[in-house]
């Protein structure tokens, strides 16, 4: 297993374009999570899945951005009507729940620059 | 809500000299996690240390080792025998024990290691 995957590395958009980024789990990990970190900062909570079950959204996450985890496997992140304030790392972040040695295992990420 | 605070933007130390990175957290919850992720220049964030609130004693992790102060909410990193290859960005992050699963960030300490 190559640890958890995020496609694409990099994504150049004009503003109110629409964008989606995936990220790949490690195979076995019940849980992913999304983060977003802007440039110099630490990244900040987005979403997270438990399984196919989206249990926790941020109040960051607006109503322009959707995520998914159809089938518990893959997730992808949707930004709709892109905004400058949305220029970041998009960071994935998997983990197998459920027993005290639980660890995050990030993701490269996805940076995101909307002009 | 719970809070991470990093109050060292940037530090510097001597090849092979030891260095201490500062973190402190703010948290009514009396069992908890605490990790410090390292996050080479365009390379993904990956764990360094990890510790548990419930443990008195302090984690190690070969060259890696933590000062945790429960009551004064205090978690340092402290590495020993510096090395290039630890140049990078260094979060501190706080994961409540029940509940919420997301990782909560510090702004992070740059890390130079001059040779």
Same mark, same amino acid.
């Given at each position: 297993?190559?640890?958890?995957?995020?496609?694409?590395? &990099?994504? !150049?958009?004009?503003?109110?374009?629409?964008?989606?980024?995936?990220? @790949?789990? !490690? =195979?076995? &990990?019940?849980?992913?999570?999304?983060?977003?970190?802007? $440039?110099?900062?630490?990244?900040?909570?987005?979403?997270?899945?438990?399984?196919?079950?989206?249990?926790?959204? =941020?109040? $960051? $996450?607006?109503?322009?951005?959707?995520?998914?985890?159809?089938?518990?496997?893959?997730?992808?992140?949707? !930004?709709?009507?892109?905004?400058?304030? @949305?220029?970041?790392?998009? $960071?994935?972040? =998997? =983990?197998?729940?459920? &027993?005290?040695?639980?660890?995050?295992?990030?993701?490269?990420?996805?940076?995101?620059?909307?002009? | 809500?719970?809070?991470?605070?990093?109050?060292?933007?940037?530090?510097?130390?001597?090849?092979?000299?030891?260095?201490?990175?500062?973190?402190?957290?703010?948290?009514?919850?009396?069992?908890?996690?605490?990790?410090?992720?390292?996050?080479?220049?365009?390379?993904?964030?990956?764990?360094?240390?990890?510790?548990?609130?419930?443990?008195?004693?302090?984690?190690?992790?070969?060259?890696?080792?933590?000062?945790?102060?429960?009551?004064?909410?205090?978690?340092?990193?402290?590495?020993?025998?510096?090395?290039? /290859?630890? *140049? *990078?960005?260094?979060?501190? *992050?706080?994961?409540?024990?029940?509940?919420?699963?997301?990782?909560?960030?510090?702004? /992070?300490?740059?890390?130079?290691?001059?040779?």
């Amino acid at each position: 297993d190559t640890g958890v995957s995020q496609d694409p590395r &990099h994504k !150049i958009t004009k503003r109110g374009q629409n964008v989606t980024f995936r990220c @790949d789990p !490690i =195979s076995e &990990h019940n849980r992913l999570y999304w983060y977003r970190q802007t $440039l110099g900062q630490g990244p900040e909570f987005l979403t997270y899945f438990q399984n196919e079950a989206q249990l926790e959204k =941020s109040r $960051l $996450l607006s109503n322009r951005f959707s995520a998914e985890r159809p089938k518990g496997s893959f997730s992808t992140l949707e !930004i709709q009507r892109t905004e400058q304030g @949305d220029s970041a790392m998009y $960071l994935c972040a =998997s =983990s197998l729940g459920g &027993h005290t040695q639980e660890t995050q295992y990030f993701g490269p990420g996805t940076r995101l620059l909307v002009l | 809500a719970q809070t991470v605070t990093q109050s060292q933007p940037e530090m510097s130390v001597q090849e092979a000299e030891t260095v201490t990175l500062s973190c402190t957290y703010d948290t009514s919850e009396s069992d908890y996690y605490l990790f410090w992720y390292k996050q080479p220049p365009s390379r993904q964030m990956i764990l360094v240390i990890r510790q548990e609130a419930y443990k008195q004693q302090n984690a190690t992790e070969n060259r890696f080792s933590v000062n945790f102060q429960k009551a004064a909410k205090s978690f340092s990193l402290k590495i020993s025998d510096s090395q290039l /290859g630890d *140049a *990078a960005m260094y979060f501190c *992050a706080y994961r409540s024990y029940r509940g919420a699963q997301k990782l909560v960030f510090g702004q /992070g300490t740059r890390l130079t290691i001059n040779p």
